[in-house]
């Protein structure tokens, strides 16, 4: 699966694009979170990662804009998968452990639909990691009714016509062998089979950890587990967002360097995304469509 994704982006830019992204070789476009936002401002990414709602339509798009993408991708063989962020919703502007009051009030008033507001302090600990919060206010989706609201959730986006799903921050929600059905009841409750299916896994180095998770999904993460054919890699075209050293470590990569190590991220891996900024036009390279016509003709 090769997969595009420009953010933060309005679907109907998207739109003017999918003939192109055809042509290039992709099999499917991510769109931006569509999520209601505490800020609708398109202008900064990290503010698509705040919702205060299981609804749709927001900056990025309507609830109709999506119907409409979802109609033109199918019917030029793009599938067309949603970034779902059902982890945590928005925070309160001082304390960002408490939901913003902008949260839906039947998920904000109900204490049991939250974690315990800490902070996890060490990610190498998996009960600190799917038990308490990345400085935003945690879901406590192991509470039965959070996640049928999650599931009504994703099964309104297949009605729209999304065939799969970026399940953002992943790596928190725990898993059956800890004591969790999360991921194999979401999954099973879904109302289409077959879809394209990853979480966010990211600096997950224990491999046993790695590779429960690709039971359910496959998986975009820093390392990989046993079977590499379920890892999911990308490139991020000019990382200007992050200044940290390990997620933007693409800042001060040349345009050759971010094509060619993604031309060889398809030579070895079945699965791969494209991060591109807006009126970032590397994607076009014709490097990018040699590279996936190669791998589909080695792969006959």
Known sequence: MRIVYSFPEHIKETEKKLKQIKEQGFDAIQISPIEPL?????????????????????????????????????????????????????????????????????????????????????????YDVIHHCMNLPGLNVYNKEVEDKIVSFLNELIDCGVTGFRFDAAKSIGLPSEGYRFWPNIIYRLKKYGMYLYGEVIFEENPQIIDEYTEYMYVLGNYDGTNR????????????????????????????????????????????????????????????????????????
Not at 258 to 283: A, E, G, K, M
């Open 229 to 300: 054919s379920k890892m999911v890699k990308c490139i991020e075209t000019h990382d200007t967002y992050l200044s940290e050293d390990s997620l933007g470590y693409s800042k001060f990569w040349s345009t050759d360097k971010v094509i060619n190590d993604y031309c060889n991220l398809v030579q070895y891996y079945d699965n791969t995304l494209f991060y591109i900024r807006p009126n970032d036009s590397l994607w076009l390279d014709g490097r990018i469509k040699a590279s996936h016509e190669l791998t589909r003709v080695r792969r006959k």
């Open 38 to 126: 505490k800020e609708e401002d398109s202008s900064i990414w990290w503010k698509a990662y705040q919702p205060i709602s299981f609804k749709i339509g927001n900056v990025y798009g309507s609830k109709e804009d999506l119907i409409r993408l979802c109609r033109k991708c199918e019917k030029i063989g793009l599938r067309i998968f949603a970034d779902a962020i059902i982890n945590h919703m928005a925070s309160d502007n001082n304390n960002p452990l408490i939901p913003h009051e902008k949260v839906d009030p039947v998920l904000r008033n109900n204490p049991a639909y939250w974690k315990e507001k800490v902070n996890v302090t060490d990610w190498h600990n998996r």
